[in-house]
């Protein structure tokens, strides 16, 4: 067993205690008629906090971690201390992509080898009172072999090696019982169009999510498959650009029913959009299954992961969620990663306790919102038009010449009506 935070106590919800402690996050307490527990549903990745070395686009490794190395030993090393932080912090669930917690073998062989002994280490550990796989994915993206993309690759060997690497992860997933299954195309896109071929990439990448659902089925997985929508980085432009573009890709392919959306704060925000954007994006189209919680510097460029410290930012994002009835199978996962200059083992504790606060703060505000109900008030008023017999025959029945006729006998000559946009951010400032 890890000794890693040999020196951490468990963290409780203590609003008045001055060393580490929850002062929001109370699992018991009740918003909304559910617990604060159940509706967050806290996950913690496995990838930033126990494979990432501390590395950027300039500089090498920062962390010095005892369970950093390519064995098998050092997976299970890895997963001791992984599991050793989630019991410190509480959390109900965690998340993984196979990379993350098997060595790279030396082909897909032992590659499945490696990853079904993990599998048997992580399922006995959750045996034991561990917490339960919000979502289990491959790592399709960081090996040298997926630089030309995975399901999008040129070489049908990649995709066949792919489909196979897939396969073997949502068996992991579907054995630890994971309540969903994400597939984040990291290097789906291209870097020029001098050599892309447009068409043939789209038709693998709807044939392979074809075999995905058709494969969740067999199996009789009964979990979501989510994808994770991304614009830019790494590659110049990625095909799962944001909720809009998933959408239709996934009604192109016929799969809008069997697919939902993982949708993460930072590429929301790299594709010019606000995080509650996307969420109300997907809450519209019947799409929205869960969330990776984490913020943008907004003077950089580039996805930075960090941990969140915006309870505005965060309430609206929760006000969509909670106003589309909450999570189902999903949850908040933090695909956030400390600063590299962050090397104590308190600070893996303090960055997730800080994260867990914040997201409770906007949980109870964006539900004392709604319950105030200003916002849908003033939504409903603004729309109000619309709900009258006579506008909804003319959206449904009318013509041009009909309506056109309509314009000229009644002498309509609309006036612009005030969207009071600083009316309601000041509402919402009341409770943020």
């Known amino acids: 067993m890890s000794v890693y935070f040999h020196n ?28 604060m527990e159940d509706h967050l549903r806290f996950a913690i990745c496995w990838w930033h906090n126990f494979a990432w070395q501390g590395g950027d686009p300039f500089g090498g490794q920062t962390f010095d971690r005892p369970w950093f190395g390519d064995t098998m030993d050092h997976a299970k090393l890895k997963a001791d201390a992984a599991f050793e932080m989630f019991n410190i912090l509480g959390a109900p669930y965690y998340c993984f992509h196979d990379a993350d917690m098997r060595p790279e073998g030396a082909d897909f062989a032992e590659n499945t080898r490696n990853l079904e002994e993990m599998v048997d280490y992580l399922g006995q550990k959750m045996a034991d009172g561990g917490p339960k796989l919000l979502w289990g994915t491959a790592n399709l993206f960081s090996h040298r072999r997926f630089m030309s993309g995975a399901a999008s690759n040129p070489d ?63 199996i009789g997985f009964k979990g979501a498959i989510l994808i994770e929508p991304k614009p830019q980085e790494p590659t110049k432009h990625q095909y799962d650009y944001d909720v809009a573009t998933v959408y239709g890709f996934l009604k192109k392919y016929g799969l809008e029913e069997e697919v939902k959306l993982n949708l993460e704060q930072g590429h929301a925000i790299l594709a010019g959009h606000s995080f509650e954007h996307e969420i109300a994006m997907a809450t519209s189209l019947g799409l929205l299954g869960s969330i990776d919680m984490n913020r943008n510097d907004y003077q950089s460029g580039w996805d930075t992961d960090q941990f969140p410290n915006n309870v505005p930012e965060v309430a609206l994002a929760y006000y969509e969620i909670l106003k589309s009835g909450g999570f189902t199978t999903g949850g908040t996962n933090f695909d956030a990663k400390l600063r590299r200059q962050s090397l104590d083992p308190v600070d893996l504790i303090a960055a997730h306790v800080g994260g867990m606060d914040v997201c409770a703060r906007g949980l109870k505000a964006a539900a004392a919102m709604l319950m105030d109900g200003g916002l849908e008030n003033a939504r409903a008023a603004r729309y109000a038009g619309w709900d009258t017999a006579e506008a909804q025959a003319m959206l449904h029945n009318g013509t041009l010449d009909s309506i056109t006729a309509d314009v000229l006998a009644k002498g309509i000559n609309p006036q612009p009506r005030s969207g009071q946009q600083e009316v309601l951010e000041n509402l919402v400032n009341r409770f943020v």
């Open 156 to 218: 049908p060997d990649v995709f066949a090696f792919s489909a196979a690497t897939v396969k073997t992860c949502m068996d992991a997933t579907q054995k630890l019982g994971g309540e969903n299954y994400v597939l984040w195309g990291g290097r789906e896109g291209y870097e020029t169009l001098l050599n892309t071929d447009l068409r043939r990439e789209s038709e693998q990448m709807g044939q392979f999510l074809s075999k995905v659902v058709d494969y969740k089925h067999k």
């Open 8 to 35: 951490i106590d468990p963290v409780r919800f203590d609003p008045d205690a001055d060393g580490l402690a929850y002062r929001h996050y109370n699992p018991e307490e009740v918003v909304m008629g559910k617990r």
